[in-house]
Nanobody
Framework: QVRLVESGGASVQVGGSLRLSCAAS????????MGWFRQAPGKEREGVAV???????SYADSVKDRFTISLDNAKNTLYLQMNSLQPEDTAMYYC??????????????????????WGQGTQVTVSS
């Protein structure tokens, strides 16, 4: 059974940084894509960043140049380094993994039922 466990969420001040982690387990074949989504209260879940099996990443325009996604294959752990955090980054952040070649853009636009596995989420709150 695939399991994705996020950690690292916290409350930070505007301009601060956080690093989220997602420990993945329960599979033998690596997923095609792993990524991060977020959902703010009253809003739809949105794709933030994705990395494919070749290590190529894509980002939502709203986080480009501030967030960096990375994958440590030896530890089966996905990371999201978030810098220059703003109040609009406040959300629950979810780790996700998918096992078919759908493309990075499609992954970021996918809805909750279109991705194979999700973590339970970790809360990020940015205050001024």
């Amino acid at each position: 059974q695939v399991r994705l466990v996020e950690s690292g969420g916290a409350s930070v001040q505007v301009g601060g940084s956080l690093r989220l982690s997602c420990a993945a387990s329960g599979y033998s074949a690596s997923p095609y894509y792993m990524g991060w989504f977020r959902q703010a209260p009253g809003k739809e879940r949105e794709g933030v960043a994705v990395i494919d099996g070749y290590g190529v990443a894509s980002y939502a325009d709203s986080v480009k140049d501030r967030f960096t996604i990375s994958l440590d294959n030896a530890k089966n752990t996905l990371y999201l380094q978030m810098n220059s955090l703003q109040p609009e980054d406040t959300a629950m952040y979810y780790c996700a993994a998918h096992w078919s070649p759908i493309g990075r853009t499609w992954f970021l636009r996918a809805g909750p039922k279109q991705i194979n596995y999700w973590g339970q989420g970790t809360q990020v709150t940015v205050s001024s």
